[in-house]
């Protein structure tokens, strides 16, 4: 696939899978063998019901979420996309009870592609301290006069 196809299939498990929540999208996007590297994950969710737990986890814990593309970069068989996301924190989220507060932070996500122009493996990197601090999970630093 050319790079251009290649961002257009990242593009799409953002917009229609992540923001949409539309989980059937999954089985064109995400191969059988899929693996996603996410701290969020604890265990990398594994194949198409692997990512559509993780989804539905986000998106209990912010179902306004949405992520925004700021940046795409297209070489050989991967993206990487500098992603701004927001949402309402109203479900539970890694423990922590639902604040109502609204949240943004920043995410890198690089997915690779199999020669079948499916995702096999997904690294996401973002603000996770950022978010915690947000919803109130951790405490922000406190800002002295130094």
């Known amino acids: 696939m ?3 196809e290649l961002r257009a299939r990242s593009r799409r498990l953002l917009e229609e899978v992540f923001n949409q929540g539309d989980l ?3 089985e064109e996007l995400i191969s059988p063998a899929y693996a996603l590297h996410d701290i969020r994950a604890g265990a990398a969710p594994t194949g198409i019901d692997g990512l559509r737990q993780y989804v ?5 814990a912010f179902p306004d979420i949405n992520g925004y593309l700021e940046d795409v970069i297209a070489d050989g ?6 992603i701004s996301v ?6 539970a989220y890694l423990g922590t009870p639902p604040s ?4 943004a932070y920043d ?3 690089i997915d690779r592609f199999g020669p079948d122009g499916r995702i096999v493996e997904s690294w996401c990197i973002d ?14 630093p406190v800002q002295t006069g130094v």
Do not use: E, K, W
């Open 100 to 103: 109502g507060r609204r949240v």
């Open 127 to 140: 603000d996770q301290l950022g978010l915690l601090q947000q919803i109130g999970a951790i405490a922000a």
């Open 56 to 60: 539905r986890m986000l998106r209990l």
């Open 86 to 91: 927001s949402g309402t924190h109203l479900g």
């Open 24 to 26: 059937a999208v999954a």
């Open 77 to 82: 068989d991967r993206v990487v996309q500098r």
């Open 2 to 4: 050319s790079p251009d």
């Open 107 to 109: 995410l890198i996500h």
